[in-house]
Every structure is written in structure tokens, then in C-alpha cells.
């Protein structure tokens, strides 16, 4: 079975806990013509920046890709915290010298309110410990590019019948213009002879020179190549769909689609065949936009 091809449009999010330590971790994606992968994460987790952008590009092949990293650590509780002895003297020294002037003396809610009595335990002391949780938040991570990819795959599934059935209208489209390109010869002898009979109606070898000019015209006219090589465009949209990343060589044979109806365009001597052409043109477009969407 062949792989789906995949959108480029997504989400996937991801959330752990360990011990005092909680986070949540959001992938998005954008259509891009190439993989960007940005990142922003809590300060204190300097690797994860490299994991996160290392894991992106393994993973996914092209659009804007942001991740999203929050981590959070339970506030300490009042059982926890300290009291910075040097500096409660301190301010014990200075405000009793205050009260020997008059002053109020302090309470104990005053002086523990103070700047740098208290003080919580120190955070991180423990390097293991933060490198643990470093790695659990990179395994989310993974797991989130991991559901990002999963969406992207289903947008795939969407675009598929709709690209596919673009490129089924292209093919029917290339047999009406092979129908009429067969009629462009005998348009073209007719159109020309009119005229020629018109302006010279007795000129000597008129018949000869009327064969001579419009199988010139015939020939300048003619539109099989175009329409071989749009056949083959068809077929290797058709493989290209089997065999995904294809979105960079999809969008390039866009162009070539495009080139060829402008030519068979070009070169129309009939009306019926210009409108084929128009309407081709018109349906490459629409497929062109779709084509955008396709990793």
C-alpha cells in the first residue's frame, strides 16, 4: 500500500507532569514552501531548542512549523521557605536603634515582609534532576509533532479526491482537444481558400498555392506535441500522488501544465479548440491552488 500524501495544515498537542514539574507542549503548521520549524520554550531548558528543531526536520518535510513550550514548577510552600538569619539581625539592629528614638517597634509580619529574610529553596540545585525533566518535555515534544503529523496525514486524505478528480478533468479535457485539433486542418484549408478566392479569384495555380499555404498554416497550427506532453503530465501527476513528499515536484509541474495549455491556446484556429483550451487553463489553476496545500 502506498503512503498518503499529507496537507501541510495541522496541530498536535502533548502534556506531562513529574513530581513539582508540569508542562504542555502545542505543534502548529502552515503551508511553507520549504520546513521552517521555530521554537519557543521556558528559559532554564537550553537544549531543548536544538531537540525540538532536530525533531521537526525528521519528521516533517515542508511548512511553517511552530512549537510551543510551557513549563511550570508548584510554588514552594511557606513550610519551605527560610529565613535568612544575617539579614533578620540586621534589620532587628536597625530597628531597634529606631525604637530607642521613639519609633514603633516592628512586627513579626513587618520584618519577615522585608527584602531578603525569606528566601525560597534554590531552585534547579539538583543538575540531574533538571536534565530528567529536560528529557520527558523532549519525549512530549515528539509526541507532538507525532499527533501534528497525524492531522497533516488527514488534511492528505481530503485533498487527495479533490486533487485527483482536477487531474481526471485535465484528461477529459486533453481528449476534447485532441477531437479538435483533428478539425483544425479543414478549418484552417477553408478559412484560407475563402480568403484567397475573395481577393484573387483568377489568379493562375490558385489551387496548388491554397494546398501549399494551408498545409503551412496546418503545420504552424498543429497542437499534438502539446497535447503529448499534457498526457504526460497527467501521468506523472497520477505517480507523484503514489509516491509522497510531492508537493515541490507538484507545484513545478503546475508550471508545466500551465505552459503547455498557453501554447495549445496559442496556436488554436477554432473557437470550439480556444474554449477547450480556456477551460483547461481554468481547471490547472484550480489544481494549482489545491497543490499549494500538499506537503
Not at 87 to 92: D, G, K, N, P, W
Not at 214 to 228: I, N, Q, S
Request: proline content about 4%.
Amino acid at each position: 500500500m502506498s503512503k498518503p500524501i499529507s496537507g501541510m495544515t495541522g496541530f498536535g498537542r502533548a502534556d506531562g507532569a513529574d513530581g513539582d514539574w508540569s508542562w504542555s507542549v502545542e505543534a502548529r503548521s502552515v503551508n511553507g514552501r520549504n520546513l521552517e520549524v521555530r521554537f519557543r520554550g521556558p528559559p532554564g531548558f537550553d537544549n531543548l531548542e536544538r531537540l525540538a528543531k532536530a525533531s521537526g526536520q525528521a519528521k516533517l518535510n515542508r511548512g511553517q512549523v511552530t512549537l510551543g513550550v510551557q513549563a511550570r514548577r508548584a510554588e514552594a510552600g511557606a513550610a519551605a521557605l527560610k529565613v535568612n538569619e544575617e539579614v533578620l539581625a540586621r534589620y532587628l539592629q536597625l530597628a531597634n536603634q529606631l525604637a530607642e528614638d521613639g519609633a514603633t517597634p516592628p512586627s513579626a509580619d513587618g520584618l519577615l515582609s522585608l527584602r531578603g529574610v525569606l528566601e525560597a529553596p534554590e531552585e534547579d540545585a539538583d543538575v540531574d534532576a533538571r536534565a530528567a525533566i529536560e528529557a520527558q518535555i523532549a519525549a512530549s515534544i515528539d509526541a507532538a509533532l507525532d499527533a501534528l503529523k497525524a492531522s497533516r496525514e488527514r488534511e492528505g486524505e481530503q485533498l487527495l479526491p479533490v486533487i485527483t478528480g482536477f487531474i481526471d478533468r485535465i484528461e477529459q479535457l486533453i481528449a476534447d482537444a485532441e477531437r479538435g485539433a483533428a478539425a483544425q486542418t479543414d478549418a484552417i484549408r477553408e478559412r484560407f481558400t475563402r480568403r484567397i478566392t475573395e481577393l484573387a479569384p483568377d489568379a493562375p495555380g490558385l489551387e496548388d498555392r491554397i494546398f501549399l499555404e494551408a498545409a503551412a498554416l496546418a503545420t504552424k497550427a498543429d497542437v499534438r506535441e502539446e497535447l503529448d506532453r499534457l498526457t504526460a503530465h497527467v501521468a506523472s501527476a497520477r505517480t507523484l500522488l503514489q509516491q509522497p513528499p510531492a508537493g515541490r515536484k507538484l507545484d513545478f509541474l503546475m508550471q508545466e501544465f500551465m505552459r503547455e495549455a498557453n501554447t495549445l491556446c496559442s496556436k488554436s484556429a477554432t473557437t470550439a479548440l480556444t474554449g477547450i483550451g480556456l477551460e483547461l487553463k481554468a481547471v490547472i489553476e484550480q489544481l494549482r491552488e489545491q497543490v499549494q496545500n500538499v506537503e
